[in-house]
């Protein structure tokens, strides 16, 4: 049974590219438990198909738990080696999470890639927590013009690009404006969600 008025309601912000990457980065940064679950909601809004908004489902747990975990085990801020792993490493996030929102690979590789090339001079993990919050809107308008003007989608440019932003960039800061090591979510589960999504876009069709 259908909730009339929230399916309206979120049919109406998934119209508008901009609105939809604003509203789902701003639940990234402030309540990153429920962007999964925003995002599910959303596309069963919009599609009906109760598969496609589990595959949306992950694919959200999984970028954010990925980008918490690349944060974690590659410094970017270590330089040389490391960095270049750094920005690598997102830019395959990217591009494999393109992919499984019905994109196309080099997309999302090439926003997450230029966004990623990013920290080496917007100075994350400094200033209050109001310039993070601003760094990591920059970085999610950044991604979804480059995804768009390659050919994608301008809503999954920026809001993978925003996430992977705060939660490697920036570590996911307290309102207090200090930064401590990223949280990280274990490699394995990561990889297990990202694995799902991947059997999600082979075996559940979507209408």
Known sequence: MKITGLTSILKAIASIPILD??????IGIWAPYALPLYQGLKTYAVTGSFGAALKAYVISSAT????????????FDLGGWTAVQNVASHAMVGGVSAVLQGGKFGHGFVSSLVTASMKGFMNPKT???ADAVRRTAIAGVI???VSKLTGGKFANGAVTSAMQWWY???????KSGSWAKPKRMGLGLSSCLLLVAANLKILIYTN
């Open 143 to 145: 991604g979804g013009t």
């Open 168 to 174: 490697n960039a920036e570590g996911n800061p307290g």
């Open 127 to 129: 200033g209050t927590y």
């Open 21 to 26: 990457a604003a509203v789902s980065i701003a």
């Open 64 to 75: 954010i738990g990925i980008s918490q975990y690349i944060g974690a085990e590659l410094n």
